[in-house]
């Protein structure tokens, strides 16, 4: 598979007058075009600051991020790479509707037309929302409203999807149903995603790579190819495969001892 984001020694650091907080250490790895990478790391070892470099919303200190091999520019706006972002909260305005919200990235972007109207449409029904489209977000459930905020973020066509721990405002069944949900549509579109968690287990369950980070300043620690013999669509049969276990164990071992450090892809 070609490469479509491609990092190289990625460092950066938040600098105050007092003080310097080094947040990324020499980062480089690849995400092929197609391709599910879950990222994760200790809590406050940079996972955030590293999205926001892939989404060129922050300047990298040192290194570059290459999109099908252009350098990409801060800011967004001479990229030719359409990102769609995702957050942990879901951000959905409560004055407007389901659809009112679902077409917000369109209208921002000016191309809310006719075929991204049909478009949307058909998201809303293919992800069960389309009967709650007049309805505000406050009368829809956790998993519904993380939905309509999925559905946003893929009605501009982003070639990379990214998203930011958008499960853990969820309760853990709730989770569990959602997280498998999505993942589910990001492989039926065919999608590039970088999912950002600190959950081990769902990484494993998801992806279709591992990469573990390190604590602050995050450098990685290893990088891991899953793959499971039987369909993903069932969250609770994956976990129950002795595949999964060994997958979990090694990460497990890697994400908990600070010395370990091997790349297997
Ligand atoms: P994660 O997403 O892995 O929890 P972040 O990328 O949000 O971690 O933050 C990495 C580190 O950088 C943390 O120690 C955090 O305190 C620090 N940090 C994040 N944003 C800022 C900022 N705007 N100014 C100074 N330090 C920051
Ligand atoms: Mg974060």
């Known amino acids: 598979m070609n490469s479509l984001l491609s990092l190289q020694d990625i460092s950066y650091s938040y600098h105050s007058l007092k003080e310097e907080t080094p947040a990324l250490s020499n980062i480089s790895f690849e995400v092929s075009d197609g391709e599910f990478l879950a990222i994760v790391g200790p809590s406050g070892c940079g996972k955030s600051t590293l999205l926001s470099i892939i989404a060129g919303l922050l300047m990298p200190e040192q290194g570059t991020v290459f999109y099908k091999d252009r350098a990409l520019s801060c800011c967004g706006s001479e990229n030719s790479v359409k990102i769609g972002y995702m957050l942990q909260h879901d951000h959905l305005f409560e004055w407007r509707t389901i659809y009112q919200n679902v077409i917000l ?19 809303l029904k293919d992800y069960e929302l389309y009967s709650f489209k007049d309805k505000k977000p406050s009368e829809l459930s956790g998993g519904m409203r993380q939905r309509a905020a999925l559905i946003r973020t893929m009605a501009i066509r982003p070639d990379l999807l990214l998203l930011d721990e958008p499960f853990s405002a969820l309760d853990s069944q709730t989770r569990l149903n959602v997280s498998a949900d999505i ?41 891991m190819p899953i793959q499971f013999n039987i369909d993903r669509h069932d969250p609770m049969m994956i976990r129950n495969t002795l595949e999964y276990q060994l997958y979990f164990n ?16």
């Open 183 to 223: 993942a589910q549509i990001i492989r039926n579109t065919h999608m590039t995603a970088i999912l950002i968690t600190h959950d081990l287990a769902e990484a494993v369950t998801l992806a279709d790579r591992v990469l573990v980070l390190s604590k602050r300043p995050a450098c990685v620690k290893c990088q």
């Open 250 to 265: 090694q990460l497990w071992e890697v994400l908990t001892h600070e010395q370990t450090i091997f790349q297997s892809a």
């Open 105 to 123: 990235g369109l209208e921002l972007n000016h191309t809310l037309n006719a075929k991204n109207r049909d478009y949307v449409l058909k998201l």
